[in-house]
Nanobody, 121 residues
Framework: QVQLVESGGGLVQAGGSLRLSCIASGRTFSNYAMAWFRQAPGKERDIVTA????????YYDDSVKGRFTISRDNAKNTVYLQMSSLKPEDTAVYFCAASGSIASMEEYSYWGQGTQVTVSS
């Protein structure tokens, strides 16, 4: 059974930085894409960024390009989200997600519990 545990959220001032981590267990980590989603109050959960199993392919939503960086350490079964130049509109619960299919970056079947990121103006 796949388990995902996020950490690293918190309160930060606008312009600041945070790094989120997500540790995965339960299967061969490097075979599957990973992603970060976020959900703001009253809004849908949207994808922020994704990374392929080997780390060579990444995707970023336009709203975070140039500010956020996704990376992974397959030896540690961990995916990271480095967030810089944070804005109040980045405030949301951030979820780590794992793909359910080898080589797919389109669908995600496993979810972490979420970690709150709050950016004050």
């Amino acid at each position: 059974q796949v388990q995902l545990v996020e950490s690293g959220g918190g309160l930060v001032q606008a312009g600041g930085s945070l790094r989120l981590s997500c540790i995965a267990s339960g299967r061969t980590f490097s075979n599957y894409a990973m992603a970060w989603f976020r959900q703001a109050p009253g809004k849908e959960r949207d994808i922020v960024t994704a990374i392929s199993g080997g780390g060579s392919t990444t995707y970023y939503d336009d709203s975070v390009k140039g500010r956020f960086t996704i990376s992974r350490d397959n030896a540690k079964n961990t995916v990271y989200l480095q967030m810089s130049s944070l804005k109040p509109e980045d405030t949301a619960v951030y979820f780590c997600a794992a793909s359910g299919s080898i080589a797919s970056m389109e669908e995600y079947s496993y979810w972490g519990q979420g970690t709150q990121v709050t950016v004050s103006s």
